[in-house]
C-alpha cells in the first residue's frame, strides 16, 4: 500500500503514464466518433433537405395534373359550326343504248356476269336486230330528253339476218346528217359492232361515249 506522503516509485510512474496515454488515447477515439457523428448528423441533415425539396417538387407537379384534370372534366366539348360547302350537282348524261339481241346485247350481260362496272348513264332498248332501228327512234330519243344515242350491232357477217347491221350501218351516215339539220352535234349519236363475247369492249365503248357526251354537256336544242 502507498502511503500520501510517500513519492510512487519508478514502476508506478510507469503505470501511471501508460493509464494517462490509454486516457489521451480513449480521449482521441472520443473525439473522432463524436466528429464522424457529427459528420453523420450532418449527412442526413442534408439528405432530408434534399427530401424536402423533392417532396416539394412532386407536391407542385401533382397539384398541376390535377388543376388540368379538373380542367379537362369541366370544359365541354366545342361545337364549331363551320361553313359546309354545297356541292353543285355533276352533269350526268343520259345515254340511250339501242342493243342487238343477238349480238352487243349478250355482250352487255357478259359484262354484267364479269361483274365489270361501267357508267349507270346507260338506258338499254333492246331490239332483235340493229336494222330493225329506224332513224325516227334517234330522234325521238333526243326529242324525249337524251343527251347521246348508241347503236351497237352484230360483226359484219355476223347478223342473224344477213343484212340488218349493214342496213343500220347506212343509215347511221344518213343519221348524222340529219342530226347536223337539227342542230345536234353528231358526236351525240354513236354507232358500233359488240358481239356475245365483247363484255370488256361493250364497257369500254359505254365509257366513252358518256365521256364525250358529258363534254358536250347537256342537249337543248330540241328542248328549248
Ligand atoms: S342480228 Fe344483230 S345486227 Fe342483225
Redesign the pocket.
Known amino acids: 500500500m502507498i502511503s500520501k506522503n510517500k513519492q510512487p516509485s519508478v514502476p508506478d510512474n510507469d503505470r501511471l503514464s501508460a493509464i494517462e496515454n490509454s486516457i489521451s488515447n480513449l480521449e482521441q477515439k472520443f473525439e473522432a466518433i463524436e466528429n464522424g457523428y457529427t459528420n453523420v448528423l450532418n449527412v442526413t441533415k442534408s439528405l432530408a433537405e434534399k427530401i424536402g425539396a423533392l417532396k416539394d417538387v412532386l407536391s407542385d407537379k401533382i397539384n398541376a395534373n390535377e388543376e388540368r384534370s379538373s380542367t379537362h372534366e369541366v370544359s365541354q366539348p366545342q361545337v364549331i359550326l363551320a361553313p359546309v360547302e354545297v356541292k353543285s350537282k355533276q352533269y350526268e348524261p343520259k345515254i340511250v343504248g339501242f342493243l342487238?339481241?343477238?349480238?352487243?346485247y349478250a355482250g352487255a350481260d357478259k359484262a354484267g356476269s364479269a361483274q365489270i362496272p361501267y357508267p349507270t348513264n346507260v338506258r338499254i332498248v333492246k331490239v332483235?336486230?340493229?336494222?330493225?332501228i329506224d332513224p325516227e327512234f334517234i330522234l325521238k330519243a333526243f326529242q324525249e330528253g337524251a343527251d347521246g344515242v348508241m347503236i351497237l350491232?352484230?360483226h359484219p357477217g355476223?347478223?342473224?339476218?344477213?343484212?340488218?347491221?349493214y342496213r343500220?350501218a347506212q343509215r347511221y351516215q344518213m343519221l348524222k346528217k340529219l342530226l347536223n339539220q337539227y342542230g345536234i352535234e353528231q358526236d351525240r349519236c354513236y354507232f358500233d359492232y359488240v358481239s356475245a363475247g365483247e363484255g370488256e369492249k361493250f364497257v369500254r365503248l359505254i365509257t366513252e361515249t358518256v365521256a364525250k357526251v358529258k363534254s358536250l354537256g347537256p342537249l337543248k336544242v330540241l328542248v328549248e
Open positions: 342487238c339481241n343477238w349480238c352487243s332483235m336486230c340493229s336494222g330493225r350491232a352484230c355476223d347478223c342473224h339476218y344477213k343484212e340488218g347491221n343500220a
